[in-house]
């Protein structure tokens, strides 16, 4: 098949054709690891969100079909989505629910439960409308104990117009016999063996809940808690562009704390100490945008310790003539180069690279580094995944956003050969053909839309305008010896 093949017109497409298919297993394996954690025990979230997508159906519109899948703007600059952004935020875990999956909750042993999973508290997030069945339903689990969280004031009307009188009735009757009392910056109404609680203030409402935060000091980190037979179980996530590097305070107590890297394969037991407060708090290290798995122990474990990243010295450029070839992909294979560092291939004066979209070597030969156990190679700037080699070995597959890899002095010789594989995407030869009219858009039923404006011409997406995307390497490679 001619390239670029098949491909789905909505979303990116690896197949064979692809450059980035010579890598794609590097992301299969990430996605695996995660899943093998995050796919085993429960959920371990604290609070009842409720979903209220009757109050979006209410508001008056031309959409026919509303997907509530989260590319539509669906709850934009709404009560909704403050609360939620703001839990999360904070560190509050929570799951949502619908006024059908409401029905099936039930309140025992002073938990609420449904799904197998027990939780703190039911929360409204400051929406409008809420029917008088599951209004009703919440007061009837609010009679037997169960904790009702408001969002600045409780819903004041019914959707819909079927037996409206009746049902506003219903519910306002209900809304009616709630009596408050201020207690600092919430307002409580005692209901049976219950309680509702309304504030604007979001840390007040999970304060009284009890709801447990995992928060780190640095704001980007994001914390999400499982709980399986071993434990607890922490997926982090580092979202920003900075390396972080701080001890993270785990909301239970554990014998025994394991660290697990998804993106190589990494682990071993973590660095560990006491918080102030008696709690626990872990080490961590995440490279920009990077994942970890926590998993916590209830009973005392022994085993090889996590290899955390301490720098023994200074990092030292690899220096010498690097010498680029191209692989494989198309239009042509551009001719190969020397260069005194390693720089992107789009800088090449050869006419053929703007028009590229494959794979291409780049090889250095240089002394063993100063001695250390071991070394962090660092490839700077790459556009858009690596594939690293070291004397014929096969060191790491890197796929971003950062790309370093650990090697072990026993892997250097006296001389070595270092051959860092690029592959870039399908972008430059894309816009390649559209530019000389090659066909590519090959589709039975649809063509191919554009998501932006600057990106269509006569209906369908075209890449004619589009400046050579950079490929390859860009800037210094270096090696950093490790304690």
């Given at each position: 098949?001619?390239?670029?093949?098949?491909?789905?017109?909505?979303?990116?497409?690896?197949?064979?054709?692809?450059?980035?298919?010579?890598?794609?297993?590097?992301?299969?394996?990430?996605?695996?690891?995660?899943?093998?954690?995050?796919?085993?025990?429960?959920?371990?979230?604290?609070?009842?969100?409720?979903?209220?997508?009757?109050?979006?159906?209410?508001?008056?519109?031309?959409?026919?079909?509303?997907?509530?899948?989260?590319?539509?703007?669906?709850?934009?600059?709404?009560?909704?989505?403050?609360?939620?952004?703001?839990?999360?935020?904070r560190?509050?875990?929570?799951?949502?629910?619908?006024?059908?999956q409401?029905?099936?909750?039930?309140?025992?042993?002073?938990?609420?439960?449904t799904?197998?999973?027990?939780?703190?508290?039911?929360?409204?997030?400051?929406?409008?409308?809420?029917?008088?069945?599951?209004?009703?339903?919440?007061m009837?689990?609010?009679?037997?104990?169960?904790?009702?969280?408001?969002?600045?004031?409780?819903?004041?009307?019914?959707?819909?117009?079927?037996?409206l009188?009746?049902?506003?009735?219903?519910?306002?009757?209900?809304?009616?016999?709630?009596?408050?009392?201020?207690?600092?910056?919430?307002?409580?109404?005692?209901?049976?063996?219950?309680?509702?609680?309304?504030?604007?203030?979001?840390?007040?409402?999970?304060?009284?809940?009890?709801?447990?935060?995992?928060?780190?000091?640095?704001?980007?980190?994001?914390?999400?808690?499982?709980?399986?037979?071993?434990?607890?179980?922490?997926?982090?996530?580092?979202?920003?562009?900075?390396?972080?590097?701080?001890?993270?305070?785990?909301?239970?107590?554990?014998?025994?704390?394991?660290?697990?890297?998804?993106?190589?394969?990494?682990?071993?037991?973590?660095?560990?100490?006491?918080?102030?407060?008696?709690?626990?708090?872990?080490?961590?290290q995440?490279?920009?945008?990077?994942?970890?798995?926590i998993?916590?122990?209830?009973?005392?474990?022994?085993g090889?310790?996590?290899?955390?990243?301490?720098?023994?010295?200074?990092?030292?450029?690899?220096?010498?003539?690097?010498?680029?070839?191209?692989?494989?992909?198309?239009?042509?294979?551009?001719?190969?180069?020397?260069?005194?560092?390693?720089?992107?291939?789009?800088?090449?004066?050869?006419?053929?690279?703007?028009?590229?979209?494959?794979?291409?070597?780049?090889?250095?030969?240089?002394?063993?580094?100063?001695?250390?156990?071991?070394?962090?190679?660092?490839?700077?700037?790459?556009?858009?995944?690596?594939?690293?080699?070291?004397?014929?070995?096969?060191?790491?597959?890197?796929?971003?956003?950062?790309?370093?890899?650990?090697?072990?002095?026993?892997?250097?010789?006296?001389?070595?050969?270092?051959?860092?594989?690029?592959?870039?995407l399908?972008?430059?030869?894309?816009?390649?053909?559209?530019?000389?009219?090659?066909?590519?858009?090959?589709?039975?039923?649809?063509?191919?839309p554009?998501?932006?404006?600057?990106?269509?011409?006569?209906?369908?997406?075209?890449?004619?305008?589009?400046?050579?995307?950079?490929?390859?390497?860009?800037?210094?490679?270096?090696?950093?010896?490790?304690?």
């Amino acid at each position: 098949m001619k390239w670029p093949g098949w491909l789905f017109y909505a979303a990116v497409h690896f197949q064979p054709e692809n450059p980035q298919w010579r890598h794609f297993h590097a992301l299969n394996k990430y996605v695996a690891r995660v899943q093998s954690f995050l796919q085993r025990g429960n959920p371990d979230n604290d609070i009842l969100l409720y979903y209220p997508i009757i109050d979006r159906y209410s508001e008056p519109g031309n959409t026919l079909l509303q997907h509530f899948d989260g590319m539509e703007k669906n709850f934009v600059n709404t009560d909704f989505e403050h609360v939620s952004h703001d839990m999360i935020e904070r560190g509050y875990s929570f799951d949502f629910f619908s006024d059908r999956q409401l029905q099936q909750f039930v309140f025992q042993n002073n938990k609420l439960i449904t799904g197998g999973n027990q939780y703190k508290a039911i929360m409204l997030p400051g929406n409008k409308l809420i029917s008088d069945a599951s209004f009703s339903k919440i007061m009837n689990l609010v009679k037997q104990g169960a904790k009702l969280l408001v969002y600045k004031e409780l819903p004041k009307d019914v959707p819909g117009y079927g037996q409206l009188d009746m049902r506003r009735k219903s519910l306002k009757d209900l809304l009616s016999r709630l009596t408050y009392q201020t207690e600092g910056a919430i307002a409580k109404a005692n209901w049976g063996k219950g309680v509702v609680c309304v504030s604007e203030d979001i840390e007040a409402l999970m304060s009284y809940a009890k709801a447990r935060s995992e928060n780190s000091e640095d704001k980007s980190v994001y914390i999400l808690r499982r709980k399986n037979e071993h434990g607890h179980l922490y997926f982090t996530n580092n979202r920003s562009d900075q390396k972080i590097e701080e001890w993270i305070k785990l909301s239970d107590a554990a014998s025994s704390i394991a660290l697990f890297d998804p993106t190589n394969g990494k682990k071993g037991l973590a660095d560990v100490r006491k918080a102030n407060d008696g709690g626990v708090e872990v080490l961590v290290q995440l490279e920009p945008h990077a994942s970890l798995i926590i998993q916590s122990y209830n009973n005392k474990k022994q085993g090889t310790r996590y290899p955390y990243i301490h720098t023994a010295g200074d990092a030292v450029d690899l220096k010498g003539n690097w010498k680029i070839e191209f692989l494989e992909g198309g239009p042509e294979l551009p001719s190969s180069a020397t260069l005194i560092t390693p720089s992107l291939w789009t800088e090449l004066k050869d006419e053929k690279v703007n028009n590229f979209s494959g794979v291409a070597k780049y090889t250095i030969e240089f002394d063993r580094p100063a001695a250390a156990k071991n070394y962090l190679l660092d490839l700077g700037e790459v556009h858009e995944t690596a594939e690293v080699l070291l004397n014929g070995k096969k060191m790491a597959t890197l796929i971003g956003p950062s790309y370093t890899t650990t090697i072990a002095a026993s892997d250097f010789k006296q001389k070595n050969k270092l051959e860092i594989i690029v592959a870039n995407l399908m972008a430059n030869r894309i816009s390649y053909m559209d530019k000389n009219n090659i066909p590519w858009k090959i589709f039975y039923n649809t063509n191919m839309p554009a998501r932006k404006p600057e990106n269509a011409k006569n209906g369908i997406f075209n890449a004619s305008h589009w400046s050579p995307l950079p490929s390859g390497l860009s800037g210094s490679v270096t090696l950093t010896p490790l304690k």
